[in-house]
């Protein structure tokens, strides 16, 4: 439901910015569609961004213009034409680092050809003009209507990811205690997605400190955005050693079903953790860990002093509660910054 809110406002954002910009050019009496398209690309994610590609589009929109129009007084309306101004404007722009900016440049060049017929000079400013205002309108429109905030996405995100991890820890853990055979691909998929909602999440504070240059209200919330990363750091670290436990070779486990049951009690009260933030018992959580960490050096004790066994490489059982004991401590972790909170202005 918040996908479709996100994409409906940019939606909205561009029709406004198209309308006002095709109005603007009407007073002036100037073809729109030039100012149209710039103001369609210049609705970005964030202002800041639209800010800083529009500053890259207005010289690329100049370069492809001026060659509209050269290549015009040389060829007239022909298959040529088109050819040159495209090519020429794209290496161009390309060697001028104006890469943001070779989309809108390629259709100006290509789009004059057709509707310029004489006064070039004039046709050129006139476009300059155009352009102009899709930019200024654009940029506009995006800082004051729906302006760009992140943060409730932010928290959400943070708070499904953790809960992700919680449902994959417990049906991990219930694979390799009791269900040894039982295919890994699901999990495996599982691990992946949560990678990506990670990456896009990342993405998104990324959005979010680049309106602070803008707008007040971000620069008051640094302290929330650099706790969301933290936590952000630890869900990245968490998913890494899931996806150890998931890559365990299928081996046999001398545990008891006392201790299998033992760590799979442990196992689901941290996954309830992960689930349910608002739940989370420090001192529970620590009392757990110590129940592990017991059974842990309990098999080390029994590896190393056995004759019989001296294994040349770390047995399943050792791997297995040192994931969990990683993991246990990275959920502290993960707790111990504050958890970032909703304020009121945040749904605005």
């Known amino acids: 439901m918040r996908s479709f809110q996100f994409n409906g406002s940019r939606i909205v954002k561009t029709g406004i910015a198209i309308f006002l910009t ?25 202002v800041s961004d639209s800010i800083k590609k529009g500053i890259i589009r207005f010289p690329a929109s100049a370069i492809g213009s001026a060659f509209a129009v050269f290549f015009i007084t040389l060829f007239g309306n022909s298959p040529i034409t088109y050819t040159l101004a495209a090519v020429a404007t794209i290496l161009v722009c390309y060697r001028l680092n104006l890469h943001a900016g070779l989309l809108v440049a390629t259709l100006t060049a290509v789009a004059m050809v057709e509707v310029i017929h004489s006064n070039y000079l004039i046709a050129f400013f ?10 200024l309108v654009s940029t506009a429109v995006n800082m004051l209507v729906f302006p760009p905030n992140y943060r409730r996405d932010i928290v959400e995100n943070i708070q499904h990811i953790s809960e992700r991890a919680g449902t994959i820890l417990e049906r991990t853990f219930q694979t390799i205690l ?13 691990t992946k997605q949560l990678t990506k909602e990670i990456r896009k999440t ?51 486990i001398s545990w008891t079903p006392a201790e299998r049951d033992r760590i799979m009690h442990a196992v689901t009260e941290l996954a309830n953790d992960l689930k349910h933030s608002i739940d989370y018992n420090p001192k529970k959580h620590e009392s757990q860990l110590k129940n592990v960490t017991d059974l842990f050096w309990d098999d080390n004790k029994e590896i190393t ?8 490489q770390f047995p ?26 909703l304020t009121p202005d945040a749904e605005q």
Not at 178 to 190: A, I, K, P, S
């Open 22 to 46: 095709a109005i603007i050019c009407e007073w002036f009496n100037w073809p729109p569609v030039f100012a149209v398209i710039t103001a369609i690309v210049t609705i970005e994610p964030t």
């Open 178 to 190: 009791y269900d040894v055979h039982t295919n890994r691909r699901d999990e495996l998929e599982t």
């Open 316 to 341: 399943p059982e050792f791997v297995v509660l040192y994931e969990l004991i990683t993991i246990y401590n990275l959920v502290d972790q993960f707790y111990k910054p504050s958890s970032v909170k």
């Open 126 to 135: 006139i476009r300059l003009g155009t352009t102009t205002i899709g930019l």
């Open 202 to 252: 990342e993405t998104l504070i990324h959005f979010q400190r680049n309106e602070s240059k803008l707008y007040p209200w971000v620069r008051g919330k640094e302290k929330e955005l650099l706790m969301a990363e933290k936590q952000l750091l630890f869900l990245h670290n968490l998913e890494y050693h899931l996806g150890a436990l998931l890559n365990i070779p299928e081996q046999r």
């Open 305 to 312: 002093t056995s004759e019989e066994r001296h294994p040349s």
